[in-house]
Nanobody
Framework: QVHLVESGGGLVQAGGSLRLSCASS????????MGWFREAPGKHREFVAA????????YYADSVKGRFSISRDNAKNTMYLQMNGLKPEDTAVYLC???????????????WGQGTQVTVSS
């Protein structure tokens, strides 16, 4: 069982920045592809960004491309999401996820964190 814990959420004004972290208990963290997803009130969970095991392949939703950046540090068993130019429509609970094998932008991840709230005020 892979345990994932998100942190770094909070309240920020539009145009501001936040960096989310996702810490894993898994010693073989580098075996897993990782992703960030979000859930806004009344909406389905949606893909935000994903990264392969080595960090050299990244994928983004069109809505965040150019503003968000995903990265990982396998030595620290941690993944990050740098969010710049935040907009009110980015308000959501952000969840990280892990899966063995190849990276995907679908919801087909094996392990999920509990999420961290990001609120962007206008």
């Amino acid at each position: 069982q892979v345990h994932l814990v998100e942190s770094g959420g909070g309240l920020v004004q539009a145009g501001g920045s936040l960096r989310l972290s996702c810490a894993s208990s898994e010693r073989t963290f580098s075996n897993y592809a990782m992703g960030w997803f979000r859930e806004a009130p009344g909406k389905h969970r949606e893909f935000v960004a994903a990264i392969n095991w080595s960090g050299d392949k990244t994928y983004y939703a069109d809505s965040v491309k150019g503003r968000f950046s995903i990265s990982r540090d396998n030595a620290k068993n941690t993944m990050y999401l740098q969010m710049n130019g935040l907009k009110p429509e980015d308000t959501a609970v952000y969840l990280c996820a892990a899966k063995e094998g190849g990276v995907t932008i679908t919801l087909s991840y094996d392990y999920w964190g509990q999420g961290t709230q990001v609120t962007v005020s206008s």
